[in-house]
Antibody, heavy 124, light 110 residues
Framework: QVQLVQSGAEVKKPGASVTVSCKASGYSFTTYDLNWVRQAPGKGLEWVGCMYPNGGTGHAQNFEGRVTMTRNTAMSTAYLELTNLTSEDTAVYYC??????????????????WGQGTLVTVSS | QSVLTQPPSASATPGQRVTIHCSGSSSNIGSNTVNWYQQLPGTAPRLLMYSDTQRPSGVPDRFSGSKSGTSASLAISGLQSEDEGEYFCGTWDDRLNGVVFGGGTKLTVL
């Protein structure tokens, strides 16, 4: 079965960087997109970015210059690095598999499996 | 402020039907299919509905989805206490070139 298992909680000081990992199993790791979504305490979901099967990446404009997504295909593990952290980056970060379907009148893109989440706390 | 608009809360009694609406624009809902995610307290989101109307394996047929123009809806019939949680709509946005979500609707089963 498909599983996404994330690294443990992190506590960082403002200005620092954090790296969260996501180990995939149960499917071909390089066949699907791997997305990152975050959720601040008591808030909604916010898309951070995506690593595509070809290794290319895309991210939300809010994270321009601060986000790096990488992967180790031999270990089926994806990584999210976020730099220059502020208190507003305090959130649970989820990795999630992106499923793209081109058939039909409209394109379809959805997140079918999610990791358990990694709490990143930014505090001085 | 979320790109997609949802009511912040909804409530109903067990057995009733409740509908949650999600409003967007031509660059997102108007040109892509809509998905719904259920987040029960203390857990990660779970895919509840995809491609406007499709239920993943394991999701009961009490849940149904629809879309018209730039709006979408999630209906839950035969409401149960275990349905209490938060529901998010999401889709791709062609203008922003990324995924956008609604702010979430907290469902309370009275």
């Amino acid at each position: 079965q498909v599983q996404l298992v994330q690294s443990g909680a992190e506590v960082k000081k403002p200005g620092a960087s954090v790296t969260v990992s996501c180990k995939a199993s149960g499917y071909s790791f390089t066949t699907y997109d791997l997305n990152w979504v975050r959720q601040a305490p008591g808030k909604g979901l916010e898309w951070v970015g995506c690593m595509y099967p070809n290794g290319g990446t895309g991210h939300a404009q809010n994270f321009e210059g601060r986000v790096t997504m990488t992967r180790n295909t031999a270990m089926s593990t994806a990584y999210l690095e976020l730099t220059n952290l502020t208190s507003e980056d305090t959130a649970v970060y989820y990795c999630t598999r992106g499923h793209r379907v081109a058939a039909g009148m409209f394109p379809s893109y959805y997140f079918d499996f999610w990791g358990q989440g990694t709490l990143v706390t930014v505090s001085s | 402020q979320s790109v997609l608009t949802q009511p912040p809360s909804a409530s109903a009694t067990p057995g009733q039907r409740v509908t949650i609406h999600c409003s967007g624009s031509s660059s997102n809902i108007g040109s892509n299919t809509v998905n719904w995610y259920q987040q029960l307290p203390g857990t990660a989101p779970r895919l509840l509905m995809y491609s406007d109307t499709q239920r993943p394996s394991g999701v009961p047929d009490r849940f149904s989805g629809s879309k018209s123009g730039t709006s979408a809806s999630l209906a839950i019939s035969g409401l149960q206490s275990e349905d209490e949680g938060e529901y998010f709509c999401g889709t791709w946005d062609d203008r922003l070139n990324g995924v956008v979500f609604g702010g979430g609707t907290k469902l309370t089963v009275l």
